[in-house]
């Protein structure tokens, strides 16, 4: 009799293949529009830069870069605690209340945010350095490009609460029509304002807020029925304590992803700092295209690690998760690293937009970091013991803050890469540091650091070397063979790995 918990606990353990293959198989599901929103935005590269010139596509980083910060403060504490608010009860009454309380505070929010903007258009402008004048070769007014990310900012903060919903709702299919449905529209018209009536930079603008708008209204009538006039202050409050120190911690991170681009504007001068940034975007964009591999993850991985009951199975799961992700990572950040001059010549179709391939090693990398960061804060979710998440974002943030300052105006776009490589670092350490003290994991370390050198070595070697697609090719097909004789592979991993290979008689 004492033996049969045990056995039952056993019984409900599966093998860490069959769990791997089941987050495998959720973040294929539930990260399908996101992958696709990642992938179209690589692809829609090459024409901006086509019909859009460096310090043009500067200027919408940088409304891209405020509008940003802009949606998570907007958006408040009950943006991070509307999920979990919503499963406290099971009551129609209460879900419907919470549904509406939340949808009239941001609806409310983002309103004034708005007209606040279409008052002080060029004001604002002026203050963020996006203002045209007359003999600067820039399309569109700055006010006209305020007043079009103002829109698209009441878009953003009102479409991300009904598609939020349908997470609650555990609805992935709807999440994702929602989505594709957004990415098709906002393609089809960004093609045609810049392509067909080469509207440029407000173009490009102009054809996101549409397609987010009209999938938009479509989602108000289909929630018609749950959005009547109702409030609860109370609730709100409540939702806010909750949220807000997660709220800290998204903005300090937001300071690290985006506050380069600022940085970038104000410590360059004329219109230089408008091409840097332009070229640093590009950059940007194509080292955080492995971000693929982290869009669909993201959704999935929380749903997975919470999942499993076992703490032991959990704690294995965890040490092999971040050990994978972060070789997939790694040897992702190799090939962007590698390829960046072809990528950059390819992707940004004008000489101006070259130099950009000198930045994306650094912000692949930081990637890398990115992903580890992702899986070890986990542990602490679990357990319930998120304070510490915004002193990690925090301590990451003002590195790279100082980095910038001392960085950018030396090396430019470069300075604030490798700034934003050494916050990811950090942001990793911090966060594992914390993790480990209250949820221990006996996560792969040796493992992980030779996913690590492996991946520099490599990327050292080809930028030593004389650059050749050949290399490129050989020095990232390498990788995972380098990983072999550096003692990487475990025992079971290799016997699985041979069972792939081609029999030899």
């Not at 993850?297 to 092999?320: L, M, V």
Request: charged content about 10%; aromatic content about 12%; proline content about 4%.
């Amino acid at each position: 009799m004492t033996d049969e918990p045990q056995q039952q606990a056993a019984a409900r353990r599966r093998p860490l293949v069959s769990q791997l293959l089941e987050l495998t198989r959720h973040s294929a599901i539930y990260g399908i529009g996101g992958l696709m929103s990642r992938f179209l935005a690589v692809l829609m590269l090459p024409l901006y830069t086509s019909y859009v010139s460096t310090k043009d596509y500067g200027r919408i980083e940088l409304l891209m870069a405020t509008m940003a910060v802009a949606v998570v403060v907007i958006r408040g504490g009950a943006n991070f605690g509307f999920i979990r608010f919503y499963f406290l009860e099971k009551e129609a009454d209460y879900r419907r209340r919470l549904i509406r309380t939340v949808f009239w505070a941001q609806m409310t929010y983002s309103t004034l945010v708005l007209a606040l903007c279409v008052l002080f258009a060029s004001p604002i402008a002026g203050l963020l350095g996006v203002r045209y004048t007359p003999h600067s070769h820039l399309q569109g007014s700055g006010t006209s490009l305020v007043i079009a990310t103002a829109v698209l900012l009441w878009a953003n903060v009102n479409y991300a609460q009904m598609t939020n919903l349908f997470r609650a709702e555990k609805r992935s299919v709807a999440f994702a029509i929602a989505t594709v449905a957004n990415i098709l529209i906002t393609v089809g018209l960004t093609v045609i304002l810049v392509v067909v009536y080469h509207d440029g930079p407000l173009g490009i603008i102009a054809g996101n807020l549409s397609g987010t708008l009209v999938v938009y209204v479509a989602l108000l009538t289909y929630r018609r029925e749950q959005l009547g006039l109702q409030f609860d202050p109370k609730l709100l409050r409540t939702m806010n304590r909750f949220g807000i120190p997660l709220m800290a911690a998204a903005l300090a991170i937001w300071v690290t992803n985006f506050g380069d681009r600022l940085m970038l504007s104000k410590l360059l001068h004329g219109t230089y700092r408008l091409t840097q940034l332009g070229q640093y975007s590009l950059a940007y964009k194509i080292g955080s295209a492995m971000v693929l591999l982290f869009t669909a993850f993201q959704i999935a991985w929380p749903a997975f690690a919470y999942s499993i009951e076992d703490e032991g199975e959990a704690k294995r799961a965890y040490s092999y998760v971040l050990t994978y992700l972060m070789y997939l990572a790694a040897w992702t950040a190799v090939a962007l690293s590698l390829f960046a001059p072809w990528l950059a010549h390819y992707l940004g179709r004008k000489p101006g937009y070259w130099p950009a391939a000198n930045a994306i090693p650094a912000l692949a990398f930081s990637n890398v970091f990115f992903a580890g960061f992702v899986v070890v804060t986990i542990a602490t979710g679990r357990i319930r013991q998120t304070k510490f998440n915004w002193v990690a974002a925090t301590a990451a943030a003002l590195l790279n803050f100082g980095l910038n300052l001392w960085l950018i105006p030396a090396y430019g776009m470069l300075g604030a890469a490798y700034a934003t490589l050494a916050a990811y670092v950090l942001l990793m350490l911090v966060r594992t540091w914390n993790a480990q003290r209250l949820y221990p994991v006996n996560y792969q370390w040796r493992r992980v650091a030779i996913i690590l050198l492996a991946a520099g070595a490599l990327t050292g070697l080809g930028e030593a070397l004389h650059q050749s697609l050949v290399l490129a090719f050989a020095l990232t097909a390498a990788y995972p063979l380098l990983l072999v004789p550096l003692g990487f592979y475990l025992p079971a991993e290799r016997k699985r790995l041979r069972r792939l290979l081609p029999a030899h008689n």
